[in-house]
C-alpha cells in the first residue's frame, strides 16, 4: 500500500453503526438509499460508506451553533424570467462566503481529540481550501493547505491569515492529490477531500434541509431545485435531504460548459472522465469526474443535468446584484443562470441555490457592464408583494 494511500486511509472510519431512523421534528423523511452501501475507490484499495439522510440529520445538529442559516430570497423579476416561483438559497452569505465550509466543519469535528492534533490537509485553490482553513482556526487544529503555485497571491495570504501553512505545486505538472495525500501521511494527518468524503457530503447537505424547511414554511411543494456541480459532493447532499422532505423534487445538477461530467456519467451508467479542460469563468466547478461517492448518490436522486455558457452566468450575475442585492462568483451563478433560460412552468416552485460570492472585482465589473437589466418587474400586485415577504 502507497504512501499516499495510507495517508487516505489512515485517519478515515471504515464503519459506522446501524444507523436508527431520523427524526427532526418538522420534518417527515422518508429514506432515500439504503444505508451501508459500500463504495470502494482510491485504486481499490480506500472504502467508505455513502451516506444517507440520517447522516444529514445528524451534522445539521452537530453544525447548528456554528454556521449561519443563510436565508431565502425572492424577486418578482426573477419569477417572472423563470416563469414560476423560485426560491433561491443565498448561501455566498454563508461564512467564508462559500457553502464549503459546511463539509469542511462537519469532517472536523467528527475527527477524534488524537486526529485533530496531529492537524488536517486539504487541497484546493479556492473556497474549500478557506473553509478548511477557517474551520481548523476555530478548532485550534493544524491544517496545510495544497495550492497551485499561480493562485492568486490573495487567495494564499486569506488562508495564510487564518493561520494556516501553504504547499505550493505546479498544477500543470503535478498531482495535487498526491501531494495532499502524501504530506497527510508523513504528518499523520486526517485529508479533508473537497467533495468526496461522507462527512464532507453530510455537512453539505444540511443546505438542503434549510431549503426545504424555507419552502415548507411558505407553505410551498418543492417541485424541483437546481444545484450547482462539479465533483457532485453539494448536490448528493441536497439531493438527499431534498428528496427525504419533498420525494417528488426532481433535482437537476447545473455544470458550466465544456464541464458536463456529471450529465455524460448519467448518460453512460458509469463516472466518465473529461478528455480535456477548457476555459471557463466557473473555476471552482472545473471537475474533470464526478467523486466516486458523489456519483453513487446522485445516479438514483437526480432528475438529470445541463450546462450554462459563460454569458449566462454573466446575466445571472447581473440580475443577482441588481434584483436580489447579492454579490455572487460564476460557479455560483449556474444554477440561477439555468433559472433565467425560463421554461419552468410546469412546476409549482422551484428551489435554485446561489453556492457562493467570492468574486473577483473584475467579473463583478463586467457582468454589471455588460449585461442589461432584465426590466421593471410585472405590474405590483398583492400577490407579488406576498412573493417578495
Not at 193 to 203: C, L, S
Not at 209 to 228: C, G, K, T, V, Y
Amino acid at each position: 500500500m502507497s504512501a499516499a494511500t495510507l495517508a487516505l486511509v489512515g485517519n478515515d472510519r471504515f464503519a459506522r453503526g446501524a444507523k436508527n431512523s431520523p427524526c427532526v421534528s418538522g420534518y417527515a423523511l422518508r429514506p432515500v438509499l439504503a444505508p451501508a452501501v459500500r463504495c470502494w475507490y482510491w485504486s481499490g484499495v480506500m472504502s467508505s460508506i455513502v451516506p444517507d439522510v440520517g447522516d444529514v440529520m445528524e451534522a445539521r445538529l452537530r453544525l447548528k451553533d456554528w454556521l449561519v442559516a443563510t436565508p431565502t430570497l425572492e424577486s418578482a423579476v426573477l419569477n417572472e424570467r423563470a416563469g414560476t416561483r423560485v426560491l433561491v438559497k443565498a448561501e455566498c452569505l454563508q461564512h467564508g462566503g462559500s457553502f464549503k465550509i459546511r463539509g469542511a466543519l462537519n469532517r472536523l469535528l467528527l475527527l477524534g481529540h488524537g486526529e485533530r492534533s496531529a492537524g488536517v490537509v486539504a487541497y484546493s485553490s479556492g473556497n474549500h481550501g478557506h473553509a478548511v482553513a477557517l474551520a481548523a482556526q476555530w478548532l485550534a487544529v493544524p491544517a496545510t493547505i495544497v495550492m497551485p503555485r499561480d493562485a492568486p497571491e490573495t487567495k494564499q495570504s486569506s488562508v495564510r491569515r487564518l493561520g494556516a501553512e501553504v504547499v505550493l505545486f505546479d498544477r500543470y505538472s503535478d498531482d495535487r492529490e498526491q501531494i495532499a495525500a502524501s504530506v497527510a501521511h508523513e504528518r499523520g494527518a486526517a485529508l479533508v477531500p473537497p467533495f468526496d468524503h461522507p462527512d464532507v457530503i453530510g455537512g453539505q447537505g444540511t443546505l438542503g434541509l434549510e431549503l426545504a424547511a424555507a419552502a415548507q414554511a411558505r407553505n410551498l411543494d418543492l417541485s424541483a431545485a437546481l444545484i450547482p456541480c462539479g465533483g457532485g459532493g453539494l448536490i448528493a447532499g441536497c439531493s438527499l435531504a431534498l428528496k427525504a422532505v419533498f420525494p417528488k423534487c426532481e433535482i437537476h445538477a447545473v455544470e458550466p460548459e465544456g464541464y458536463d461530467d456529471t450529465a455524460r456519467s448519467f448518460a453512460a451508467g458509469s463516472r466518465q472522465k473529461l478528455d480535456s479542460l477548457p476555459p471557463t469563468l466557473c473555476d471552482g466547478l472545473m471537475s474533470a469526474m464526478p467523486g466516486a461517492i458523489s456519483f453513487a448518490i446522485n445516479k438514483g436522486t437526480l432528475a438529470g443535468a445541463c450546462d450554462v455558457r459563460d454569458d449566462e452566468v454573466l446575466d445571472a450575475i447581473a440580475l443577482a446584484a441588481r434584483h436580489l442585492k447579492l454579490v455572487v462568483e460564476p460557479s455560483g451563478a449556474v444554477a440561477l443562470a439555468a433559472a433565467l433560460r425560463g421554461g419552468h412552468a410546469r412546476h409549482s416552485c422551484i428551489g435554485v441555490v446561489v453556492s457562493g460570492g467570492n468574486v473577483d472585482a473584475a467579473v463583478l465589473v463586467r457582468a454589471l457592464s455588460t449585461r442589461p437589466d432584465a426590466g421593471p418587474a410585472a405590474p405590483r400586485t398583492a400577490a407579488s408583494f406576498a412573493a417578495e415577504r
